[in-house]
């Protein structure tokens, strides 16, 4: 576990015209000019001390680009190996140390759990998505044809989640009822690799194996802006909706490169920044925080967080650190802002 606090800020610029330290005389330079001024870039990574972690969980091996454990204030879950069917372990934040091997799983799909996302609204539901085509939050609900592998909760109404399938089909549900509320079946032609609430959850973006980022109104069913080729390369792309309406994707490049890029819903011709990272070959997973409006980027297989923050101003995307830890990941989580120790000048989890 990692907590991201931020350190000090940075020094108010000298007024124009004051000289600069050192430099008697120094012509009219305002200090603003030399260093972006941020709040957060004293960013800095702590790992979590080894009595609060939890050992001994056997994650699971699915060969699914999903994050494998989801975390609120209250519980930390994780997708495990589960012999006969698929299961995952919920555990509350304050259980850590050694898992013993006889813990109870919640189970129920009969086939490998591919991903779970905690209800907004209430911390004790969560739901998951499996290979056996059902979901199962509260009630199991029954309507993709192949296996379920994204979930979503709507951000603002209460029991309102979105399941996309291997069936290239987003459904959206009424938890309460057990009933479709809507079913887009024709906008994605193949694999969806994800899929991404707005602020208010009036929008939705995918990205999708075909290359593109689809931008969507559910309630109507309608495509409201696609941008093809988001990212050249073959390997599976992100697409998450910032605070301000913008898109923010990870992908890969025609040469394997991975590229993060950010992009404007009212004219998806060109990127407004678009930056690449390294030659790695693992998806890189973008969780956002939008209070501060920085991006956290982690790589299946890496051992590192890279985080950025996003600003008005051109180059739009700033490096702001890395965080390096010994063991590669095989899956991350994002604590909600509540769950944070907010009087330590935590931001995130």
């Not at 050992?55 to 209250?74: G, L, M, Q, Y």
């Not at 051109?314 to 944070?340: A, C, D, V």
Request: glycine share 8%; with cysteine.
């Amino acid at each position: 576990m990692l907590r991201l606090a931020q350190r000090g800020r940075d020094p108010e610029p000298p007024e124009a015209g004051a000289a600069a330290p050192g430099y008697p005389g120094a012509p009219d330079m305002s200090f603003r000019k030399v260093v972006r001024q941020s709040k957060f870039r004293h960013v800095f990574g702590q790992p979590v001390k080894n009595d609060q972690c939890y050992e001994d969980i056997r994650v699971s091996r699915v060969t699914w680009d999903s994050t494998f454990c989801a975390v609120n204030p209250k519980f930390l879950a994780v997708i495990v190996e589960a012999s006969g069917g698929g299961a995952f372990l919920v555990l509350p934040l304050s259980k850590t140390g050694r898992i013993d091997k006889a813990y109870p799983t919640v189970c129920g799909h009969t086939g490998p759990v591919l991903d779970i996302d905690w209800c907004p609204h209430n911390d004790e539901v969560i739901a998951s998505g499996s290979e056996d085509c059902t979901v199962m939050p509260v009630v199991v609900l029954e309507g993709h044809t192949k296996r379920v592998g994204i979930i979503a909760w709507h951000p603002t109404a209460r029991n309102v989640l979105l399941s996309a399938g291997c069936d290239n089909v987003v459904l959206i549900w009424n938890v309460g009822t057990a009933e479709e509320l809507y079913r887009l079946d024709s906008l994605h032609p193949d694999l969806i690799y994800n899929v991404s609430w707005n602020r208010n959850g009036s929008l939705f973006c995918s990205a999708c194996k075909d290359k593109s980022v689809r931008i969507i109104d559910p309630r109507r069913g309608t495509l409201m802006a696609e941008r093809e080729k988001a990212h050249e390369g073959a390997r599976p792309m992100r697409a998450i909706f910032l605070a301000d309406g913008k898109v923010f994707t990870t992908g890969f490049s025609r040469m394997s490169e991975r590229q993060l890029a950010l992009w404007d819903p009212e004219n998806l011709e060109e990127p407004m920044a678009l930056q690449e990272l390294d030659s790695s070959n693992g998806a890189l997973l973008p969780f956002y925080d939008p209070d501060t409006n920085v991006v956290y980027v982690c790589g299946k297989g890496d051992s590192s967080i890279r985080y950025f923050e996003i600003t008005e101003e051109p180059p739009y995307i700033h490096f702001l650190n890395t965080f390096t830890s010994k063991e590669p990941q095989r899956g991350m989580g994002s604590m909600p802002k509540r769950g944070l120790e907010v009087s330590k000048c935590e931001i995130a989890r």
